[in-house]
Structure formats: structure tokens, C-alpha cells
Nanobody, 117 residues
Framework: QVQLVESGGGVVQAGGSLRLSCAAS????????MGWFRQAPGKEREFVAA???????YYADSVKGRFTISRDNAKNTVHLQMNSLKLEDTAVYYC???????????WGQGTQVTVSS
């Protein structure tokens, strides 16, 4: 069982930056591919970024070049550095564990990111 707790959301002006963090419980954190997803009002949840157990990273085209995912296995944490934020990045951001060709195994509760003009 893995529990995930996100933090770092908030309100930021367009063009600004935020750093999301996800703290995970469990001794097997390093074995999991971790990811971030987001859900905007009235839209389906979508993939944002993922990082494999070996450190390989994957990004949605909409965030490539602006967002960076990283992990610290010693601290059981994964981060999402978001730069050059746009209005369309406004959403609830969810941390997930066990990301792959299937629905993630575990989800966090989500953290709100609001980008204002």
C-alpha cells in the first residue's frame, strides 16, 4: 500500500512558476514509476508527466519544455517544477504511483493550481 500526499499548489500569475511535491509512504517507493496528472473543470483527467524507477522521464506535449519531473528516492518524494505557466494549466494536479500502460495503482488527493491573468 502506498499513500501519496501532494503539496505546493496555489495561485500564480501567467508566466510564473510553481513547484509541486508529492510525499509517498512505503518502503517500495523506488520501485514505482511515478507521475502527475491533472483535471481541469469540465474536462477529463489527463497525463502530465512521469518518471520511471530508473529516472527516465516522459511529458505531455502541452507541458514539454516548461515542466520538469524529478524524484528523490531517499526522501520518497517526487516533484513537478512548473515554469512559464499558462492559463490553461489551471487544474487539480494529482500525484500517482504505478504509472504505466494502465490506470495508476495509487492516487493522491490532489492539489489545486490556478493560473491567473
Amino acid at each position: 500500500q502506498v499513500q501519496l500526499v501532494e503539496s505546493g499548489g496555489g495561485v500564480v500569475q501567467a508566466g510564473g512558476s510553481l513547484r509541486l511535491s508529492c510525499a509517498a509512504s512505503g518502503r517500495t517507493f523506488s520501485l514505482y514509476a511515478m507521475g502527475w496528472f491533472r483535471q481541469a473543470p469540465g474536462k477529463e483527467r489527463e497525463f502530465v508527466a512521469a518518471i520511471g524507477s530508473g529516472g527516465s522521464t516522459y511529458y505531455a506535449d502541452s507541458v514539454k519544455g516548461r515542466f520538469t519531473i524529478s524524484r528523490d528516492n531517499a526522501k520518497n518524494t517526487v516533484h513537478l517544477q512548473m515554469n512559464s505557466l499558462k492559463l490553461e494549466d489551471t487544474a487539480v494536479y494529482y500525484c500517482a504511483a504505478g504509472v504505466g500502460d494502465h490506470d495508476p495503482d495509487y492516487w493522491g488527493q490532489g492539489t489545486q493550481v490556478t493560473v491567473s491573468s
